[in-house]
């Protein structure tokens, strides 16, 4: 049982990079592109680290997985607002509808 919830978690992870990536390709701007990556990638990492502590039951490399989880999803999106950031004191504009993608 504990298993399959362990798989569930990683298929929920894996689906969430694999739409972070589609959406990187797909988005038009850097604003859009990075929102899309920022958020999928932190919650897909978070999902499937939580599935292999649930996989790994209780020892210490499921504490070391607890702690990579807390740190990603402290680091990521805070490095995603530093770059966007970065972009709007750099005057990027954000994309509008009729305006050709960058």
């Given at each position: 049982m504990l298993n399959t919830l362990a798989l569930i978690f990683i298929a929920i992870g894996l689906f969430f990079m694999v739409?972070?990536?589609?959406?990187?390709?797909?988005?038009?701007?850097?604003?859009t592109r990075a929102?899309?990556?920022?958020?999928?990638d932190t919650l897909g990492e978070?999902?499937?680290l939580?599935?292999?502590?649930?996989?790994?039951g209780m020892t210490l490399i499921a504490v070391k997985l607890l702690l990579l989880v807390i740190f990603i999803f402290i680091?990521?999106?805070?490095?995603?607002?530093s770059l966007v950031n970065v972009a709007h004191s750099r005057?990027?504009?954000?994309?509008?509808?009729?305006?050709?993608?960058?």
């Open positions: 739409v972070g990536a589609v959406g990187l390709i797909r988005l038009p701007d850097f604003y929102h899309a990556s920022g958020k999928c978070g999902m499937m939580v599935g292999f502590i649930l996989f790994e680091t990521s999106p805070t490095a995603v607002h005057n990027i504009a954000p994309w509008k509808k009729g305006e050709e993608r960058q």
